[in-house]
């Protein structure tokens, strides 16, 4: 293994970037100055960052390094998508503590290089440093969207439908899936994780997906979102902060939300309740967002793949509150839980 100290901050910039090559006319300068240089022509930039901890937001001993600095740069992807905008460029700053070699951080860089290849964004740089703490992982993502077709989250009206894209609570089972299995392994370390058959469940949680695809059908469509966001949180989270900033209140249905036969298998087998992970359980990174009632013919040819998009609800006047109604029909308040739910 090669030490970090043996290469040195530029030396280690220079291995893990010499070989990176834009894929935008945008990008005017890349890596090698003090600052990367957009032209962004008549279109708006949109900027967003996100900081992942050691020992907070991801625990190694489960955690591959390329699958995290996957994930790492597909979180901020999909911010950009949320805002159905186009994300172009990316920023990657590290603190690095003295137990990671060069090719850990290769291996971790691979995985952020691997994302921006899928995603078609140009990583213009960044910065590293030591730490004291562990690894830290800085990424700020850069999008670019003409004025019009942003969308924001305070837009949703009275009358328009609900939609999410693929399913929901996947992830949060993944990651029980994955501690349960790591302190029977502390227990029997000679034993094996009990992982078969639950593989995708591994990958909603290690290996999301930015939801461009989506943003690409919706404009396709010809489907103008009127407030939008992605499901970092979960559900009942992120509804409720449409629903506040667009001052309405709300409508889903228990029997409308999409959820994978795998993750309700799981979830009963853990004594969870599959709907509460669906709800609170967060992670997903898919889109909730609201569309008109008059673009529901548009939507529908986009819900026949059971991984694109789900009407689950309805928004109402702000005096009905945020509800959802059971299979029972019984009304039952929706709460921000959100991720704290995993302590994670």
């Given at each position: 293994?090669?030490q970090?100290?043996?290469?040195?901050?530029?030396?280690?910039?220079h291995?893990?970037?010499?070989?990176?090559?834009?894929?935008?006319?945008?990008?005017?300068?890349?890596?090698?100055?003090?600052?990367?240089?957009l032209?962004?022509?008549?279109?708006?930039?949109?900027?967003?960052t996100?900081l992942?901890?050691?020992?907070?937001?991801?625990?190694?001993?489960?955690?591959?390094?390329?699958?995290?600095?996957?994930?790492?740069?597909?979180?901020?992807i999909?911010?950009?998508?949320?805002?159905?905008?186009t994300?172009t460029?990316?920023l990657?700053?590290?603190?690095?503590?003295?137990?990671?070699?060069?090719?850990?951080?290769?291996?971790?860089?691979?995985?952020?290089r691997?994302?921006?290849?899928?995603?078609?964004?140009?990583?213009?740089?960044?910065?590293t440093c030591?730490?004291m703490?562990?690894?830290t992982?800085?990424i700020?993502?850069?999008?670019?969207?003409k004025?019009?077709?942003?969308?924001?989250?305070?837009?949703?009206?009275?009358n328009?439908?609900?939609?999410?894209?693929?399913?929901?609570?996947?992830?949060?089972?993944?990651?029980?899936l994955?501690?349960?299995e790591r302190?029977?392994?502390?227990?029997?370390?000679?034993?094996?994780?009990?992982?078969?058959?639950?593989?995708y469940?591994?990958?909603?949680q290690?290996?999301?997906?930015?939801?461009?695809d989506?943003?690409?059908k919706?404009?396709?469509?010809?489907?103008?979102?009127?407030?939008?966001?992605?499901?970092?949180?979960g559900?009942?989270?992120?509804?409720?902060?449409?629903?506040?900033?667009?001052?309405v209140?709300?409508?889903?249905?228990?029997?409308k939300?999409?959820?994978?036969?795998?993750?309700?298998?799981?979830?009963?087998?853990?004594?969870?309740?599959?709907?509460?992970?669906?709800?609170?359980?967060?992670?997903?990174?898919?889109?909730?967002?609201?569309?008109?009632?008059?673009?529901?013919?548009?939507?529908?040819?986009?819900?026949?793949?059971?991984?694109?998009?789900?009407?689950i609800?309805?928004?109402?006047?702000?005096?009905?509150?945020?509800?959802?109604i059971?299979?029972?029909?019984?009304?039952?308040?929706?709460?921000?839980?959100?991720?704290?739910?995993?302590?994670?």
């Amino acid at each position: 293994m090669t030490q970090i100290s043996q290469l040195g901050e530029f030396g280690l910039i220079h291995r893990l970037t010499d070989k990176l090559k834009p894929h935008n006319v945008s990008t005017e300068k890349s890596i090698g100055d003090d600052a990367a240089v957009l032209s962004m022509h008549n279109k708006r930039t949109l900027v967003t960052t996100d900081l992942l901890l050691e020992g907070i937001h991801f625990n190694l001993e489960y955690v591959p390094l390329k699958h995290l600095g996957y994930k790492a740069a597909v979180v901020n992807i999909s911010d950009i998508c949320a805002m159905n905008a186009t994300p172009t460029q990316l920023l990657v700053s590290l603190g690095i503590s003295k137990r990671f070699s060069v090719e850990n951080i290769e291996e971790l860089y691979s995985g952020i290089r691997l994302a921006c290849e899928r995603y078609g964004v140009d990583i213009v740089g960044g910065d590293t440093c030591s730490s004291m703490t562990g690894l830290t992982i800085s990424i700020t993502c850069i999008g670019e969207a003409k004025k019009g077709d942003i969308v924001y989250r305070n837009g949703a009206k009275e009358n328009d439908l609900i939609c999410v894209t693929g399913n929901l609570g996947s992830a949060y089972l993944g990651l029980q899936l994955l501690e349960r299995e790591r302190i029977v392994m502390q227990a029997n370390p000679e034993g094996t994780p009990a992982f078969e058959g639950k593989e995708y469940l591994l990958q909603r949680q290690l290996k999301p997906e930015a939801r461009l695809d989506i943003v690409e059908k919706l404009r396709k469509a010809d489907i103008h979102p009127t407030a939008m966001m992605d499901i970092s949180d979960g559900l009942s989270s992120e509804l409720l902060h449409i629903c506040t900033q667009s001052g309405v209140g709300c409508a889903v249905y228990e029997d409308k939300l999409p959820i994978d036969y795998e993750a309700a298998v799981l979830a009963e087998e853990m004594n969870l309740n599959i709907v509460t992970c669906a709800l609170n359980g967060g992670e997903d990174y898919e889109l909730l967002f609201t569309i008109p009632l008059s673009d529901y013919e548009k939507v529908i040819p986009l819900t026949f793949d059971k991984d694109d998009i789900s009407i689950i609800g309805h928004i109402t006047k702000a005096e009905y509150g945020t509800r959802m109604i059971a299979r029972g029909g019984e009304e039952i308040t929706l709460r921000a839980q959100g991720w704290d739910m995993g302590n994670n």
